[in-house]
């Protein structure tokens, strides 16, 4: 089953754009439209303005115009919502085609060999199913039994089959990937309806967003603009009266809906949505807007060494030898011993050895080659009376039997140690030969993201397993602020605690089952979909395709959202405040000589004035729609300067942008003889 997960959708897309246009005339149900206060403000005036149009009077032309843009801001604001919302359901569409009506073999226990056929969605938590080649696996759960390679590209995508596990922290399975290879025994560890797939269409389909904390508190905001507003425009007819001149009541309606903060209030959720929706083109899935915000407010940055900063394949840099040992003799012996060697660091061994010395494969007829294992953490080869062992420093030690030349042996170990290497022990026939340092590769460019983020004001530490000697090496090789040696899980909740105690947002990435408390603890938990069932659990965000560096990424996307939302904030208050200096003048003219000062644009009349605005309002919500979906784009940068960029392209621009538009409106009104 191979299913192709849209990535993006182009926002002129005819079908998306006539979705989003009917979108547009349903959310036009007050239960939709109570959850946007302004625009539920604005259609109750937009309703208001139609039934004072229909009993007909004076300016009747301008009133039903006026009326009919009032509507039109109303509808553009709901194609904003609608468009971002089909980009989410466009992404939840594709996932529920991987939804099957599948059958499970569901077993007593484990090790049972009867089974039953039954219905997925007739399993339970704490059922027991056996899958095997070309079944498709019915529900989330752990693999308990058995490994199997697993094709998840439903899910993430990618056409490459994993390797899923018992027993260790690559025993998560998702219902609805297919085996591929051989057979596994999963535990179903959530009932019909709560699995992965399940809230994964949930949370990327935009109706079902959640508002975030930032974002009530800005909709508080803007219905305390709202009401400022309404008594702005309600005491006008007070002075309009007092100077002996009325003002239609239309207008007044058309006034009310320039000045508040329509522009903002529209585009809010599509920001959100947006947001959410460039998290699932990275393949990334936040369990909450919530986690999102977060990630755009980390100052720390807590990341696993292996496969994040380093490549996690070591490789042989180096051989050094014991006194008295030629160096071309302890490479050979490294070569013999690593030629059945079939991981990167064997493979890398015989490539060092042979650029340096030119070493040719021999005969291999009479060689017996010793395997690696965990148990002997030593591999090897015995040929011609001779045997040659390389391994880790302790291992051949005890193979030496208390280990010869161990004050020289000490001292190479500890030289590899600090400079963040592995050492690797070659002796021959019971005498140490030397070490070969193998190097963990720090990943190209990643100490300029480092720096990056440090420009940005964002810790990061480095998590690790290995010594402080070579912790220490790899940080600086690396470029990270400060690391943690020994990790053990307690360390890590420990360290996250105390960070958040001195007030910082944390956010962290995982993928076993010791990594659940602190990923909890974090404020941003990134799960390796490839991870248990408990890693995925307690993150906040789940990447599908497991790789530890998007957290950077995440990051990045959560601050263009904050971005994005602060930046046409900034441009829809701006606009409020124009808008406000260039009808008001308008309006009382007439009345007031002296405004003609402040007439700076020149409009054409009372009623041009307030039609050229409430046009302008309209369209200028269509016009920032695409950066709204888009995003604000984000250069890294510190918060004050951000500040500064912002307030002068979207500050200056908010002001700027009403007073030339409008005219321009104007002048078109004019010369169609409209009001």
């Known amino acids: 089953m191979t299913v192709h997960r849209p990535r993006d959708m182009a926002l002129l897309d005819r079908a998306a754009l006539r979705d989003a246009a009917v979108g547009a005339v349903r ?55 609608a468009i971002a919302e089909g980009r989410g359901k466009a992404q939840a569409a594709s996932l529920r085609r991987t939804k099957t009506d599948t059958t499970a073999k569901r077993v007593a226990a484990p090790d049972a060999a009867a089974f039953e056929t039954v219905a997925a969605a007739d399993l339970r938590t704490g059922d027991f199913v056996v899958c095997e080649a070309g079944d498709v696996i ?41 085996v591929v290879s051989d057979r596994i025994v999963v535990r179903i560890s959530v009932d019909p309806g709560e699995s992965f797939l399940d809230r994964m269409i949930s949370l990327v389909e935009g ?22 507003f309404l008594f702005v425009v309600g005491s006008l007819p007070v002075f309009a009266s007092w100077s002996g ?13 320039t000045l508040i903060p329509t522009t903002i209030g529209g585009l809010l959720s599509a920001i959100g949505i947006a947001g959410m929706d460039r998290l699932v083109k990275f393949n990334v899935i936040a ?43 302890l490479a050979e012996a490294a070569f013999l011993s690593s030629l059945a060697d079939d991981t990167p660091e064997g493979k890398s061994i015989v490539a060092l050895a042979r650029g340096r010395f030119g070493l040719a494969e021999p005969d291999q007829a009479d060689m017996r080659f010793v395997a690696f294992t965990a148990q002997t953490r030593m591999s090897g080869v015995d040929f011609g009376g001779a ?69 940005m004001g964002i810790k990061t530490v480095m998590i690790t397993g290995d010594n402080p000697l070579t912790a ?45 408390p602190a990923l909890a603890q974090a404020d941003v938990g990134v799960a390796m979909n490839t991870g248990t069932q408990a890693a995925r659990e307690a993150g906040n965000m789940v990447d599908l395709e497991s790789d530890p560096t998007k957290l950077i990424e995440i990051v990045m996307i959560g601050k263009q959202l904050l971005m994005s939302r602060g930046a046409l904030t900034t441009f829809s208050i701006a606009n409020d405040i124009a808008k406000y200096f260039a009808i008001i003048p308008a309006l009382f ?40 979906l888009k995003g604000v784009r984000y250069r890294p940068a510190a918060a004050d300067v951000l500040l500064k960029r912002n307030l002068l392209i979207y500050g200056v621009g908010g002001l700027v942008a009403p007073f030339a538009g409008i005219k321009l409106i104007d002048m078109a009104v004019a010369a169609l003889g409209l009001a």
């Open 27 to 81: 959310k036009l149900d007050p239960r939709a439209l109570v959850r946007n206060p302004v625009m539920f403000v604005t259609a109750l005036v937009a309703l208001a303005a139609s039934g004072l149009t229909a009993r007909g009077g004076e300016h009747f032309g301008a009133m039903v115009q006026i009326s009919a843009w009032l509507w039109f801001t109303v509808l553009f604001a709901n194609f904003a919502e």
């Open 138 to 178: 019915p529900g989330d759960g752990d693999v308990v039994a058995g490994i199997a390679t697993v094709d998840e590209s439903a899910i993430t995508g990618e056409s490459a089959a994993v390797i899923r596990e018992s027993g260790g922290d690559r025993s998560a399975v998702t219902g609805g990937t297919r």
């Open 207 to 228: 109706a079902k967003r959640q508002k975030t904390p930032n974002e009530i508190a800005l909709t508080i905001l803007l219905v305390g603009m709202t009401l400022i």
């Open 245 to 257: 001149t009325a003002i239609p009541v239309v207008f007044l309606f058309a006034l009310f809906v």
């Open 287 to 329: 369990k909450s807007g919530r986690a999102v915000e977060a990630a755009g407010d980390i100052d720390v940055l807590l990341l696993d060494k292996t496969g994040t900063i380093t490549l996690g394949a070591r490789q042989a840099s180096e051989f050094l030898p014991l006194p008295m040992v030629n160096e071309r003799d």
């Open 387 to 455: 045997s040659i062992r390389k391994g880790a420093v302790d291992a051949i030690l005890g193979l030496l039997g208390g280990g010869r030349g161990s004050r020289e042996l000490a001292n190479l170990v500890e030289r590899v140690a600090k400079t963040g290497g592995t050492p690797l022990v070659v002796a021959k026939d019971g005498r140490a030969l030397g070490v070969v340092h193998l190097k963990d590769i720090v990943k190209p460019g990643i100490r300029e993201r480092f720096a990056t983020l440090r420009s």
């Open 472 to 516: 220490a090496a790899i940080a600086a090789e690396a470029g990270v602020d400060d690391f943690l040696a020994e990790a053990t899980p307690e360390a890590k909740l420990e360290l996250i605690r105390e960070y958040q105690q001195g007030g910082r947002l944390v956010a962290m990435c995982g993928d076993g089952s010791n990594d659940a």
């Open 589 to 628: 003219l007439a009345s007031y000589p002296e405004l003609q000062a402040l007439n700076l644009m020149g409009l054409a009349s009372p009623q041009s004035a307030v039609l050229s605005a409430i046009i302008f309002n309209a369209l200028i919500i269509v016009a920032l729609i695409p950066l709204a």
